[in-house]
């Protein structure tokens, strides 16, 4: 087990006061018997009127009314978790799933529903192609599939930061090779899928040992992370880091899970104005691990301090301008102007 505090800072400055249009932030893990949320803090300047809710696939969401004019608004978000991953991959495979090629019951069929179905034109079959290639005769073990597949994601294709906007296509990904975290997760999943398993995206952030001065690097700290759930019969979802190699790694820290990257962002939102007053977003995340618990807080009704943040406690549970990792949305000369902090 780890005891892990993330701090998630997203700065956005303007040329002089503007108003705010509301904002959905997703910011805040689900207590699970993996990881346990001890406690929450949310600073918002200017101060704002939250609300929260659970979207479509169960994530914890927050929107956000300012009231308020401003030059800046700064959005803070610190986390205080216990995480309880495994430290090396070891989790029990139905016996009709072990070996590739498997079928689904027909309620996981339906559970599954379109996280087994492709997303991306491939009408070439590029990444299926490229899927193909890790199957080894007619049957072959569904753990080394999912497992080479991972890796060599990791030793083929170069981790580069990117400033465009969006997140790339599979075949894009395939014909560069290289891309950020969420271009890998995205190749992993739709790579998968071609090959009939249910899989999904998920957001949130990578705990890099070496920030506590540990030997060795990991890509994909600093910033939100991403990577790939798949669900294997027995084992239910596991986690896949392409960019890494991870599988089912005590580093990962999960916020959100979705179908498409596109419904995985962690700030998004609209100020009225235009391109010109916008100058720019700046994002820092910092995790760090404690061999001590965290002190229990006390919770509160609602998160809307400006200055002082204030802590919640649960009973359960990217690129404009902006660091390496993550994603840009450029603003555009509208009266009312999207700004949008997408993971990594």
Same mark, same amino acid.
Request: one cysteine or more.
């Given at each position: ?152 994601? #990791? ?119 235009? #391109? ?69």
């Amino acid at each position: 087990m780890k005891y892990l505090t993330v701090r998630h800072e997203t700065r956005y400055r303007y040329s002089n006061p503007v108003p705010f249009g509301a904002h959905r932030l997703m910011l805040r893990p689900r207590d699970s018997h993996d990881l346990r949320l001890v406690g929450a803090e949310l600073t918002l300047s200017p101060p704002g009127e939250l609300r929260w809710m659970h979207d479509v696939f169960g994530n914890s969401v927050a929107r956000v009314e300012f009231a308020n004019e401003a030059a800046e608004l700064l959005i803070v978000s610190t986390l205080h978790l216990e995480h309880y991953g495994l430290a090396r991959p070891n989790f029990p495979i139905a016996a009709e799933a072990q070996v590739y090629p498997f079928v689904y019951s027909a309620n996981d069929r339906s559970d599954l529903g379109r996280l087994l179905d492709r997303h991306y034109p491939d009408p070439q079959s590029l990444v299926e192609t490229w899927a193909k290639r890790f199957v080894k005769g007619r049957f072959m073990s569904t753990y080394n599939l999912l497992a080479n597949i991972n890796s060599a994601i #990791k030793a083929e294709f170069m981790y580069a930061a990117r400033y465009e906007e969006g997140t790339q296509t599979p075949i894009e990904t395939l014909q560069r090779q290289s891309g950020t975290c969420r271009d890998f997760a995205l190749l992993f999943i739709e790579a998968v899928r071609s090959l009939g398993f249910g899989a999904r995206f998920v957001t949130g952030y990578l705990y890099d040992p070496a920030l506590d001065g540990a030997d060795g690097a990991m890509q994909g700290s600093g910033a939100t992370h991403a990577w790939a759930d798949v669900y294997l019969p027995g084992a239910g979802w596991v986690e896949y880091d392409p960019t890494n190699g991870l599988i089912a790694g005590d580093n990962l820290i999960r916020i959100a899970v979705t179908r498409d990257p596109s419904q995985a962002i962690p700030i998004s939102g609209v100020f009225d104005g235009t #391109k010109g007053q916008f100058l720019g977003m700046t994002v820092d995340v910092t995790v760090h691990a404690s061999e001590t618990p965290h002190a229990a807080q006390a919770p509160v009704e609602a998160v809307d301090g400006a200055a002082a943040p204030q802590s919640m406690q649960t009973a359960a549970e990217p690129e404009e301008t902006v660091l390496p990792g993550q994603d840009v949305q450029h603003v555009q000369d509208v009266q009312q102007v999207d700004e949008v902090e997408p993971a990594a």
